[in-house]
């Protein structure tokens, strides 16, 4: 029997946001159970409540944006924050953030690791619920694709391909299983990547203004630029199963299922959980063995309202 685990203590913290560049504060609350994860934009009035849920996804243009609708106020760069929630088993919590952008940090999901461990973990009364993936769903657009079929576990298996000299001699898949998988030694670390000329056309448009060697890795036309090189040798598809992992966090429950995806991203992720959704004989919600109707049948209004 697993249960639901919030927060034991709220925790702060400052950074800059990635695309706007603006210093956001940032604050971690427990909150109860069957809450999952909410964020509250505390910066405008009145204060705007938004869930992390699939059907709340407005953009997935750069990063994952969240909002109750495309006219409201927005929080965008969720993923990292998203995927160290995944990682770490936190099913509730509430965020508090008095900005538009979820801070960068150094590009990973590692510092908001180092927030929640510092926060620490509570259980509560409340038992997990489970995603049982019960036939294979597949998205796919051009040469991109992502699928989820049934297994008796997690599993992601996931490759990247970009004709760039940086990526010739680099490892360009992976497979993770999470029996075996630590996600904090083996995920959390790995930093987001862009090219320079795409960035700098970008901050031409008035985006990535907050983006440097510090908190992306930064390639040329022929090298990495960062001094540090890499943490990983394969470090660039490793960030995109950390960013995989948030984005299929906002199906609101925990998963058995295998994840096979080839140059997806953040658009595609989330039309996975969507499509998922949409069919409800693709999959099961359970909580201690037993099959959750209600659950089941508020994900499926939460999406089509939207």
Request: net charge neutral; glycine share 6%.
């Amino acid at each position: 029997m697993i249960r639901q685990t919030t927060l034991k203590n709220s925790i702060k913290c400052k950074g800059i946001g990635l695309h706007t560049g603006k210093k956001v504060s940032l604050t971690l609350r427990p909150a109860p159970t069957n809450e999952g994860i909410v964020f509250f934009r505390t910066d405008v009035t009145p204060i705007e409540r938004i869930a992390a849920h699939c059907g709340n996804v407005t953009s997935t243009d750069l990063s994952t944006t969240i909002a109750t609708s495309p006219t409201r106020p927005s929080i965008t760069t969720i993923e990292h924050l998203m995927s160290a929630f995944k990682g770490l088993g936190i099913d509730n919590a509430y965020v508090d953030i008095d900005g538009p952008e979820v801070p960068i940090m150094d590009g990973s999901s590692s510092p908001f690791v180092f927030l929640i461990q510092s926060a620490g973990k509570v259980e509560q009364h409340r038992y997990k619920r489970t995603i049982r993936i019960k036939k294979k769903v597949t998205y796919k657009m051009d040469d991109k694709w992502i699928k989820i079929e049934p297994y008796n576990g997690f599993k992601i298996n996931y490759s990247i391909d970009f004709n760039h000299p940086v990526f010739n001699n680099k490892p360009a898949a992976i497979s993770l299983d999470f029996k075996d998988t630590s996600y904090i030694q083996d995920i959390s670390r790995a930093r987001t990547f862009g090219f320079v000329d795409q960035i700098e056309a970008l901050m031409e448009k008035g985006l990535c203004k907050g983006g440097s060697v510090n908190n992306a890795i930064l390639i040329d036309d022929y090298h990495i630029v960062n001094e540090d090189g890499l943490r990983y040798a394969d470090e660039f598809v490793r960030h995109k199963v950390l960013d995989c992992l948030g984005d299929i966090s906002l199906f609101g429950a925990n998963m058995l299922g295998k994840i096979t995806a080839h140059k997806s991203g953040h658009s595609m992720n989330t039309m996975l959980t969507r499509r998922i959704i949409a069919d409800p004989s693709s999959y099961e919600i359970v909580i201690n063995g037993f099959e959750d109707t209600d659950f089941t049948e508020a994900s499926e209004s939460f999406v089509a309202a939207f």
